[in-house]
C-alpha cells in the first residue's frame, strides 16, 4: 500500500466526549490514506479494533435526516417493484430506515451497536446484534436463502472483505441479488472530500476496486446509480456469475469509464489529491483567522464525523468556532472528539445571534439551505471547504 495523505493524529471520530470527561487523555491515532495498485482498493492504513466503534453507544442514526428516509423509501418502492423479493437480508440495519419498508416476516436485519439493534428489535424486526459473518450467515439462511441482501454505508467500515463477501456469497441464494451502497471514491477525490477518510470508513470504494473484490468472489455488478446521498455515492447492483435473468447494463462500463479517464486506477491522481487537500486546509483556515479578526460570531452546523477529520486535521478549535448546532440528542450537551467544541441543541438559525456557520454536515447542503432560508435571506453565511473552501 502506497501512503498519499496524512490527516495527522486523529481521535475516534463518533466518540463525543462528555463534559465530566473533558479533562481525560484521548486515545489518538495516526490518520493516513494509502492506495493499493494491486486491487485499487483506497483505505485508511493504520485501523482500530472494530468493537472500540461499533458498540453500544453508536451514535449516528439514518432515520435523523429526511433527506435519508426519502432516499430509502424511494430505493425500497423500487426493489419491490423490480426484484420482488421474499427474503431479505440487511447488513447494517441501523435504526431500521430500510427494514420498515418491509413486513415483518419478509426481512431480518444485523447491527452490531446493541443501542441501534434495540431499536428494530422493539419493533418487532427480527435483527441480530452481532457482526456479519459466515457464521451468522449460516444461522439466519437455514431455512432459505436470501433473495436479497442490502447493504448501504456498512461495508466501507468493515476491514476483511473477503470474510464478508464469503458469507454474502453463501447467504444468497443463486437467483438472488446484492445491492451495496457506499460513497464513491470519483465524488470524494473531485470534491477533495478528504473527511470521508476517518476511522470508520476504512474504505472508499472505486467501481474498479469493488469489481475486483467481487471477481474472487464469482459476483459481477450488473448495474449502477448515482446518488445524491452522502456527498455523492454510487448503488451497486449485484449478482452472482452463473445468474442470466439480468443482463449487465450499459451504466456499470459508464461508470468505470468515468474513473478511469478520472485516473482512479493510478497512483498519481491520488498524490495530486493529497496536495489538494493540504491547499484546502490554508484555505479554510485563512477564511476563519479572517472572520475571526473582523469579530465575526462564527459556529458550526452538524457535528458529523466527518467535522472531526476536518477541525483536527485543520486545527480548528474553539478558538474560532463557539459552539455547534446538532438535532441528534445523543450529541447535544457532548464535545466533538479533539477540537472540543461544545454541541448545543439545533435552534433555528438567528442573524442577530451569528454571522457565520461553518457546513459540517456539507452532505446534507440542500436540506440545511432550505431550513435557513430566513437566516440566508437575512445575510447570514455559510462557510463550506466542498469542493474548496469559501464563503457562501
Ligand atoms: P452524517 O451526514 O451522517 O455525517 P457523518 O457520517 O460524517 O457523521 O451526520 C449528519 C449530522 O448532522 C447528524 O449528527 C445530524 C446533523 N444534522 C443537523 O443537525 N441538522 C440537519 O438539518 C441535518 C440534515 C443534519
Same mark, same amino acid.
Given at each position: 500500500m502506497k501512503k498519499f495523505l496524512n490527516l495527522g493524529l486523529q481521535p475516534l471520530a463518533n466518540s463525543y466526549i462528555k463534559k465530566k470527561n473533558l479533562k481525560n487523555k484521548e486515545k489518538k491515532f495516526k490518520l493516513e490514506v494509502g492506495f493499493n495498485?494491486?486491487?485499487?482498493l483506497v483505505s485508511i492504513i493504520n485501523t482500530i479494533p472494530k468493537e472500540k466503534m461499533f458498540n453500544? &453507544?453508536?451514535?449516528?442514526?439514518?432515520?435523523?435526516?429526511k433527506t435519508m428516509k426519502l432516499s430509502f423509501k424511494n430505493l425500497t418502492n423500487k426493489i419491490k417493484k423490480n426484484f420482488k423479493p421474499k427474503f431479505i437480508i440487511e447488513i447494517?440495519?441501523?435504526?431500521g430506515i430500510f427494514l420498515k419498508n418491509f413486513s415483518k416476516d419478509s426481512i431480518v436485519g444485523v447491527e452490531p451497536c446493541e443501542n441501534l439493534a434495540k431499536l428494530t428489535k422493539k419493533k418487532k424486526y427480527k435483527t441480530f446484534s452481532e457482526y456479519w459473518n459466515l457464521e451468522l450467515a449460516k444461522k439466519i439462511t437455514v431455512k432459505n436463502k436470501a433473495d436479497l441482501i442490502y447493504s448501504a454505508?456498512?461495508?466501507?467500515?468493515?476491514?476483511?472483505l473477503d470474510e464478508i463477501f464469503k458469507a454474502i456469497n453463501y447467504g444468497l441464494s443463486k437467483n438472488g441479488i446484492l445491492i451495496l451502497e457506499d460513497p464513491s471514491l470519483l465524488q470524494c477525490i473531485k470534491n477533495v472530500a478528504?473527511?470521508?477518510?476517518?476511522? &470508520?470508513?476504512?474504505y472508499v470504494f472505486s467501481t474498479i476496486a469493488l469489481n475486483q473484490v467481487l471477481k474472487k468472489f464469482n459476483l459481477e455488478i450488473f448495474d449502477i446509480e448515482n446518488t445524491k446521498t452522502h456527498g455523492g455515492s454510487n448503488r451497486y447492483y449485484i449478482k452472482k456469475?452463473?445468474?442470466?435473468?439480468y443482463k449487465i447494463k450499459r451504466s456499470v462500463q459508464k461508470e468505470l469509464d468515468k474513473e478511469i479517464k478520472f485516473g482512479l486506477h493510478k497512483f498519481t491522481t491520488y498524490k495530486k489529491f493529497g496536495s489538494r487537500v493540504k491547499k484546502s486546509r490554508k484555505q479554510l483556515l485563512k477564511i476563519f483567522l479572517k472572520l475571526r479578526n473582523k469579530n465575526r460570531k462564527i459556529i458550526g452546523y452538524g457535528a458529523t464525523a466527518k467535522s472531526c477529520t476536518v477541525l483536527n486535521y485543520c486545527k480548528i478549535g474553539t478558538n474560532l468556532i463557539d459552539y455547534f448546532y446538532d438535532t441528534t440528542s445523543y450529541k447535544i450537551g457532548r464535545y466533538l472528539p479533539g477540537s472540543k467544541i461544545l454541541i448545543k441543541k439545533y435552534l433555528k438559525l438567528d442573524k442577530k445571534k451569528v454571522d457565520v456557520v461553518f457546513l459540517g454536515a456539507w452532505n446534507f447542503k440542500k436540506e440545511i439551505f432550505h431550513k435557513e432560508k430566513k437566516f440566508i435571506k437575512e445575510g447570514g453565511k455559510f462557510i463550506t471547504h466542498i469542493p474548496y473552501p469559501r464563503i457562501i
Open positions: 495498485n494491486k486491487n485499487y453500544d &453507544e453508536y451514535p449516528y442514526k439514518s432515520s435523523e435526516s447494517g440495519s441501523n435504526d454505508n456498512t461495508l466501507s467500515h468493515i476491514k476483511n478528504y473527511d470521508q477518510f476517518y476511522c &470508520e470508513h476504512i456469475n452463473i445468474n442470466k435473468i
